[in-house]
């Protein structure tokens, strides 16, 4: 965690907290693989036992950490990955799966959307409302925002405005010129402009200018939605082509059939090509949504 430049700072007692950095990759070891590195945030002396990792305070059942690590889209053989070929985004959901393995009652969380996709962030969202503990985050993902946020704390002009409800009580409050002070007003701090009717006029403005945005990126990435849609239809029609042909060749009549048992061999190592190139392409697609 960053030092504070000045003051102080004192946790609560009891307070556990956990610190996510959208640019800290160095707490993953390289050489482990995504379950052996999630099992290293397993609390006290770990070690293999058959197959389950034996912790101080008694077996954690492999299960457990799949399922941790399925929620955060770490299914299959995705969990025998090396960290060294994860990508940013993978980086960032293994980073995040570690913290809720052994959560601590207090996470600060630095732009924990940068880098993830689409169901990436839904996942995370939805592992978030199921966290016991206070969660403290910084974020410009609007979505993210709505769908965890219960309070919102607003810093401008050198105050700190607390407003007691979600992102849509916040902007409908700070219309209106609403909310609480937190910090107390000292020579150093702005004070607030007087013109009322001013700022409530440059409120709305914003406001209206957010809305547009929204609405823009929401046109944007319904475009490139519906694009990846028809991509991954062509695709699962193409795998169920590969798998019928598959179960052909295991028939010894078709075997025997040395020019349809080559055709079958030729079109399913084109298909293998094909699905390949359209899982390029959603990535692309994924990688030019707006968030």
């Not at 690590?69 to 993978?90: M, R």
């Not at 946020?149 to 700190?160: H, L, P, S």
């Not at 695709?235 to 025997?256: D, F, G, Q, T, V």
């Amino acid at each position: 965690m960053v030092e504070i430049d000045s003051g102080e700072r004192i946790p609560g007692h009891n307070v556990e907290i956990g610190y996510f950095s959208q640019t800290r990759t160095d707490v993953l070891n390289p050489q482990n693989t995504v379950l052996q590195e999630a099992y290293s945030a397993v609390p006290g002396p770990i070690g293999w036992a058959g197959t389950r990792f034996r912790a101080a305070s008694g077996f954690m059942p492999q299960e457990n950490i799949r399922a941790i690590l399925g929620a955060f889209l770490f299914t299959g053989d995705d969990a025998e990955k090396t960290v060294k070929v994860l990508s940013g985004g993978e980086k960032s959901r293994l980073i995040l799966a570690k913290l809720l393995i052994n959560p601590p009652n207090f996470l600060l969380l630095d732009e924990p959307t940068t880098h993830l996709d689409v169901d990436a962030v839904e996942a995370l969202a939805r592992a978030l409302k199921h966290y016991d503990g206070t969660i403290v985050f910084i974020s410009h993902d609007i979505y993210f925002t709505r769908s965890v946020a219960n309070k919102v704390f607003e810093v401008k002009n050198g105050r700190i405005r607390k407003f007691e409800g979600n992102f849509d009580y916040y902007l409908e409050k700070s219309r209106q010129g609403d909310g609480l002070i937190e910090e107390p007003q000292s020579k150093s701090v702005l004070p607030m402009p007087k013109k009322i009717d001013a700022a409530k006029e440059q409120a709305k403005i914003e406001e209206r200018r957010s809305k547009e945005e929204d609405k823009r990126r929401k046109g944007h990435n319904s475009a490139i939605r519906e694009e990846i849609n028809q991509l991954e239809a062509k695709r699962e029609k193409l795998e169920l082509e590969s798998y019928a042909k598959a179960r052909a060749l295991s028939n010894p009549k078709i075997y025997r059939d040395e020019e349809t048992a080559r055709d079958y061999g030729r079109r399913m190592k084109e298909i293998e090509k094909l699905t390949a190139e359209i899982n390029n392409e959603v990535k692309k697609l994924e990688g030019r949504m707006i968030w």
